[in-house]
T-cell receptor, first 115, second 112 residues
């Protein structure tokens, strides 16, 4: 049973560019959440997708957007990259239960470096 | 709002020592509580969880008990190994039950 997978593993971009990160959830899961983890910090919630819609959003600007596909996989897009966007981006998948998500399982992350 | 406070690290121990990492929380109601572990250069792995008061979560020799009286969920292990060296995060879901709220993490370093 494959766990949560993310691609790419590492990415280097320059300021102002745009980036797309991808996530495939654990088999049987229908909900995908994205987190940003700056160096030495705990993960911060960006947003969650369920039934191909953004269900909730954390305190992140509109430069951060996402999408969920019918097969439950998801993309995170970041436009107009800033140096401060350099971080580990984590995808987590879970199962929707009565309006709440069950335990979240994380992927290995994508390390984004903005120069 | 809901929050999690972890003891600051780093925690440095010798192999076979006893480990305690403190975690206290502020929340409305009685949410599930989680410990995640992050090994160097990797993502987060679920270590253990507890879903209601007085529950004890356990995995790989680690234990944590959900104490509503003290709003705590301290992580313990009786005998640590070098391979336990990692960053440990305490977490709980937000009120909407969507996002996880994490503590700042505690770095554990175990030497042989």
């Amino acid at each position: 049973d494959a766990g949560v997978t993310q691609s790419p593993t590492h990415l280097i971009k320059t300021r102002g560019q745009q980036v797309t990160l991808r996530c495939s959830p654990k088999s049987g899961h229908d909900t995908v959440s994205w987190y940003q983890q700056a160096l030495g910090q705990g993960p911060q919630f960006i947003f969650q997708y369920y039934e191909e819609e953004e269900r909730q959003r954390g305190n992140f600007p509109d430069r951060f957007s996402g999408h969920q596909f019918p097969n439950y996989s998801s993309e995170l897009n970041v436009n107009a990259l800033l140096l401060g966007d350099s971080a580990l981006y984590l995808c987590a998948s879970s199962l929707e239960r009565q309006g709440r998500t069950d335990t979240q399982y994380f992927g290995p992350g994508t390390r984004l470096t903005v120069l | 709002g809901d929050s999690v406070t972890q003891m600051e690290g780093p925690v440095t121990l010798s192999e076979e020592a006893f480990l305690t990492i403190n975690c206290t929380y502020t929340a409305t109601g009685y949410p599930s509580l989680f410990w995640y572990v992050q090994y160097p250069g990797e993502g987060l792995q679920l270590l253990l969880k507890a879903t209601k008061a007085d529950d004890k979560g356990s995995n790989k020799g680690f234990e944590a008990t959900y104490r509503k009286e003290t709003t705590s969920f301290h992580l313990e292990k009786g005998s640590v190994q070098v391979s336990d060296s990692a960053v440990y995060f305490c977490a709980l879901p937000n009120q909407a039950g969507t996002a996880l709220i994490f503590g700042k993490g505690t770095t554990l370093s175990v030497s042989s």
